[in-house]
């Protein structure tokens, strides 16, 4: 049984800085495409950014292309989100999913695994 936990979460400063991390268990961390997805209050949970299984092929959502950047270490089995930039948009739960696949999809209904997510918080 796969299992994800989060961490790094928190409250932050406009143009502030954050790296969330995702730490996997139970399987193979490298039969596993990992993504991360956030939630806001009061909206549908939405893609933000993918790894493909190999780490050589990376997808992101327009919202958060060219200040975002995944990224995932097999040495820890684990998978990061670096926040650069941040807006209060970017406010929401941030949660990690894993796909047992090569590729990274953007479906969150395809993925089987998550984490318990982490509040993210970015203040004006």
């Known amino acids: 049984q796969v299992q994800l936990v989060e961490s790094g979460g928190g409250l932050v400063q406009a143009g502030d800085s954050l790296t969330l991390a995702c730490t996997f268990s139970?399987?193979?961390?490298?039969?596993?495409?990992m993504s991360w997805f956030r939630q806001a209050p009061g909206e549908e949970r939405k893609f933000v950014a993918g790894?493909?299984?190999?780490?050589?092929?990376?997808l992101y959502a327009d919202s958060v292309k060219g200040r975002f950047t995944i990224s995932r270490d097999y040495t820890k089995n684990t998978a990061y989100l670096r926040m650069s930039t941040m807006n209060p948009e970017d406010t929401a739960v941030y949660y990690c999913?894993?796909?047992?696949?090569?590729?990274?999809?953007?479906?969150?209904?395809?993925?089987?695994?998550w984490g318990q997510g982490t509040q993210v918080t970015v203040s004006s």
């Open positions: 790894i493909n299984w190999n780490g050589d092929t990376t």
């Open positions: 999913a894993a796909l047992f696949n090569i590729v990274v999809v953007r479906g969150a209904d395809d993925y089987y695994y």
């Open positions: 139970g399987r193979s961390f490298v039969s596993y495409a």
